[in-house]
């Protein structure tokens, strides 16, 4: 009888830990329905006993054969004993009543059941985003690099991993990794300021060829979230947040809800980022885009209808993104960003930031000092479009290109019920700095032939179709015009098409 009391209470406090489906609730039933019937017997059993007592008390013959009651008492008792013979044995057999064969099977169900909210509570908090992204580019022999027409297929794949990272007092921490592998360069684009394909993930200056796949860490990084404020932790409304480790930049500065992830949505490089801080090299990290460093922020989302944040990075330049030079002299970079609501309460994210890399390279190759602002904007103006500006201008260092802007719009399928799915546009300017005009007008840099060098503008299209909530198919094309910043070259169009499963 106490084997089915802990079978009912370990059931019972199980489904309510784990808010159970409806085949634990009649488990449930079953079980408190068994207890009842045993409860019931017991109740009787002694009713019985109480009868036969008082049987005897008046005289009744003891050699007289034993009356129908003291009969079925006994067999009571002999049901009763079995049952306790069969509860002390996990084994199961034929010869046991059917109460107990019943309750035992209710026992190793509730010992299954405990043994999944076991495994269940220990991954709690660990969540895991993982996407393999292939893309195909073509452009004609008058826009690439070798002169003849190139096609290039690539890909890349990216899975990251968050663990809870302990506490400290009130404060939360978090491990978040990210690996990244692929293989395939994209196509040569003859004097591009930005990538055309910024998915294009291989190695280089590992290995003389292509053959192989590539994989790296290409973030680990520990965040420490300290709320702030009186009443309860998980209700404060401002934070502290600090990040440390190895960290992609872009992932704290310069965000934009509809032009930040090259793998769902603008494919040119002049479109994912700041097109100074990332295309011009300002940012210094590493060849593939991370670097170490470390974050503070200050969160504050008291007011629902202007949350804001300020932010502080500090991350390797030059050698130091790559591990193999001193930490001296980071790149530094600070960021304010409100997100109000406008247009009828729909959420905007207004960004301005500044930054400094006294290791950054100018176009020549020496290494500079350079300085710069820029600003990030991303607004939806009705439920299904959604307006982003970027805004880039160097103050210090001499780059080929020292100004830049950028806008698009992304418009949601829902105008044709494909809600899921969603047309882009972007048009870029990127201003040459008049150093370099002057370089090349002197002819100074190679293969500019003494013509004084112009803006360049870019502008891409393409169409997201989502097959289902894994599965999306992107047809991509872009337009180049003074590629590189030369007045000579035509206008070049780039054909992509790109595939993404994710999860």
Do not use: C
Not at 20 to 39: I, K, N, P, S, Y
Not at 116 to 134: C, H, K, N, Y
Not at 273 to 284: E, F, S, T
């Amino acid at each position: 009888m106490r084997r089915l009391a802990y079978a009912a209470v370990a059931l019972g406090s199980f489904g309510g830990g784990v808010q159970a489906a409806d085949d634990t609730v009649a488990l449930e039933a079953r079980v408190r329905a068994l207890a009842q019937r045993m409860e019931r017997l017991e109740q009787r059993n002694q009713e019985l006993e109480r009868e036969v007592a008082e049987w005897r008390q008046r005289g009744a013959p003891q050699a007289s054969p034993a009356p129908p009651l003291e009969a079925r008492v006994r067999a009571l008792e002999e049901t009763q004993a079995r049952t306790e013979q069969s509860l002390a044995t996990d084994r199961l057999s034929e010869a046991e009543p059917e109460l107990v064969t019943r309750l035992k099977a209710l026992e190793a169900q509730t010992s299954s059941m405990q043994k999944q909210a076991r495994q269940i509570e220990a991954l709690e908090g660990i969540t895991v985003a993982g996407s393999l992204t292939a893309m195909a580019q073509h452009v004609g022999a008058g826009g690439s690099d070798s002169g003849d027409p190139q096609s290039r297929l690539g890909y890349r794949g990216d899975l990251s991993v968050t663990i809870p990272g302990g506490t400290f007092g009130s404060a939360e921490g978090s491990i978040f990794t990210h690996v990244r592998f692929g293989q395939g360069e994209g196509i040569g684009v003859r004097r591009a300021f930005a990538s055309t394909n910024s998915t294009a993930f291989e190695v280089t200056g590992v290995v003389p060829d292509s053959d192989s796949s590539f994989a790296i860490l290409a973030q680990a990084w520990y965040q420490l979230s300290v709320p702030l404020g009186d009443g309860l932790p998980a209700q404060a409304r401002r934070h502290l947040n600090f990040n440390i480790g190895k960290i992609d930049p872009f992932v704290f500065f310069d965000q934009n809800a509809i032009a930040d992830d090259e793998t769902v949505r603008f494919a040119n490089n002049a479109f994912v980022h700041n097109p100074l801080l990332d295309a011009g090299g300002d940012v210094g990290a590493d060849e593939y885009g991370f670097s170490p460093g470390l974050r503070a922020a200050y969160v504050d989302e008291s007011d629902a209808g202007l949350k804001w944040r300020a932010s502080l990075g500090a991350f390797g330049s030059g050698s130091a993104a790559n591990f193999s030079g001193s930490p001296g002299r980071p790149f530094l970079i600070g960021q304010l960003e409100v997100s109000p609501r406008l247009f009828q309460g729909l959420t905007g994210n207004y960004r301005i930031y500044a930054w400094r890399n006294p290791r950054a390279t100018d176009f020549d190759g020496a290494e500079n000092l350079h300085v710069g602002w820029g600003a990030s904007i991303d607004q939806r103006v009705t439920d299904e479009l959604t307006l982003f500006g970027r805004l880039g201008r160097r103050t210090t260092g001499h780059g080929p290109f020292d100004r830049a802007l950028t806008l698009g719009a992304e418009l949601d399928g829902g105008a044709w019920r494909r809600a899921a799915d969603g047309v882009g546009f972007a048009v870029g300017w990127l201003g040459v700095s008049d150093e370099f005009r002057r370089a090349t007008a002197a002819g100074e840099v190679p293969d500019y032939t003494g013509v004084a060098s112009s803006n360049a503008h870019i502008a891409e299209l393409y169409y997201r179709y989502r097959f289902n909530d894994r599965v999306e198919i992107t047809p991509d094309l872009q337009w180049l015009r003074h590629a590189g910043g030369d007045p000579r070259v035509s206008t070049r169009t780039i054909v992509g098409l790109r595939a993404r499963v994710g999860f």
